[in-house]
């Protein structure tokens, strides 16, 4: 960060890589590609140390959860699974989206995750579930488009979500109610929330990166 060189090029999927996330010790990275498998890799050597296979078609999105014991994975397979990094095993597959699932969150609780889901000019949805059980606790709907990027608040509160329909929706977990909608960009592709809640971030098909106050819920 301090000279903007890259230091490390990560070589081995075969397809275009899709999603990337860190580990809580910051000394491995986990990767989604369209060839369908999930790679870990060990960032000081650059060698990967894990290939999870699984999925039937692309892995959309990656999350780490907050043990660094477990990464989930969302796919076009309209399916997300969970993974043991140690073992290379799935440990649980969530099943309920009825369209291609774009993101996925983990909650910092460890114990639910969130995804979204859609296809174009169709509305996308929303979903929250507990990990240990497999059920979908929540469903969220209010975006008229596909939804693209969901993330969790540090608080666990609130879901911030991004759509195709160039909005930002704010949920309050508890509830279920959407309590802001953000506009301004075109075609939401990727959000992500400050460490201190404060703040939301999103990138956008209108080639800029916005930074927005996040609603209280």
């Given amino acids: 960060m301090a000279t903007g060189k890259c230091v490390a090029t990560l070589e081995g999927h075969s397809k275009r890589i899709k999603s990337v996330a860190v580990f809580p010790d910051g000394q491995r990275v986990v990767s989604g590609s369209k060839d369908n498998t999930l790679k870990v890799w060990n960032v000081a050597t650059g060698i990967c140390v894990a290939t999870l296979g699984g999925h039937s078609t692309s892995v959309k999105s990656v999350a780490v959860f907050p043990d660094g014991l477990r990464v989930v994975s969302a796919s076009s ?76 608040s540090p608080d666990g509160r609130r879901v911030v979500s991004g759509s195709h329909d160039n909005t ?46 996040l609603p209280e819920s």
């Fill in 77 to 152: 397979d309209k399916t997300l699974k969970v993974w043991d990094v140690s073992t290379g095993e799935c440990v649980a597959t969530l099943k309920g989206h009825s369209n291609f699932v774009f993101g996925v969150a983990v909650f910092p609780d460890g114990r639910r995750v969130v995804s979204c889901d859609g296809v174009h000019d169709t509305p996308g949805v929303i979903k929250v579930w507990d990990v240990e059980t497999g059920e979908c606790v929540a469903t969220l709907k209010g975006h008229s488009d596909s939804v693209e990027c969901v993330a969790v």
């Fill in 168 to 213: 930002l929706k704010v949920w309050n977990v508890a509830t279920g109610n959407c309590v802001a909608t953000l506009e301004g960009h075109a075609w939401v592709n990727s959000v992500a929330v400050s460490p201190n809640g404060l703040h939301v971030v999103s990138g956008s098909n209108d080639k800029t990166v916005q930074f927005w106050e």
